[in-house]
């Protein structure tokens, strides 16, 4: 069964780093019917440059987002009173805000974010908050990684991670 993602800044920034072995943003529809990307994380991307990013990837993310039909979808359906609550967490970027925001309305089945997820978790337990390691077990699991340990050795590269988080993602999948 296919499901519905939400995308977060964080996760989106590491793919776009480690897609020199071959474009992640692909795959993702093997696993998904469509993501939704939140206002706050399109103007993050298209602000941001992160240092070992290629920019045409980046370009080329961007203008895959459309309004309503194609995989990636933008979406600005938002929980205006679950947003202000989000907000008032110490650490939590407008980008990862509004993603939370609109889960609450739209009811994903994925949160897809690497950078809080563990924390967010147990503050909403009740979203399924995917990391990119878990992501990639699960491409890897339905056989769509061309060469997975080159793939997690990329994604190691840029976030580091040990055999627990690898044994958990597993899990998770």
């Keep these: 069964m296919k499901r519905i993602a939400v995308l977060d800044t ?3 920034s590491t ?10 943003f692909e795959l993702l529809p093997n696993i998904a019917e469509y993501a939704l990307v939140p206002q706050k994380v399109v103007e993050e991307i298209a602000r941001h440059s992160p240092e ?9 993310f961007l203008d895959s987002i459309t309004d309503a039909h194609g995989f990636y979808r933008l979406c600005t359906t938002i ?3 679950i947003l202000n609550e989000i907000s008032t967490l110490p650490k939590v970027d407008p980008g990862e805000a509004e993603a939370l925001a609109q889960n609450s309305v739209v009811q994903a089945d994925w949160i897809l974010m690497d ?6 978790e147990k503050v909403f337990p009740q979203v399924s908050f995917h990391n990119s390691i878990v992501i990639l077990e699960i491409m890897n699991q339905a056989g769509l990684l061309p060469d997975a340990k080159n793939t997690f050795e990329a994604l190691h590269s840029v976030r580091a991670f040990g055999s ?10």
């Excluded at 070992?52 to 080329?60: A, H, K, L, N």
């Design 10 to 12: 964080s996760l989106i």
């Design 115 to 120: 950078d809080k997820a563990s924390i967010l």
């Design 164 to 173: 627990k988080h690898k044994a958990k993602a597993m899990k998770k999948a």
């Design 79 to 81: 929980d205006a009173v």
């Design 52 to 60: 070992g990013e290629r920019p045409e990837g980046r370009q080329r």
């Design 15 to 24: 793919w776009l780093k480690i897609q020199r072995q071959f474009d992640l």
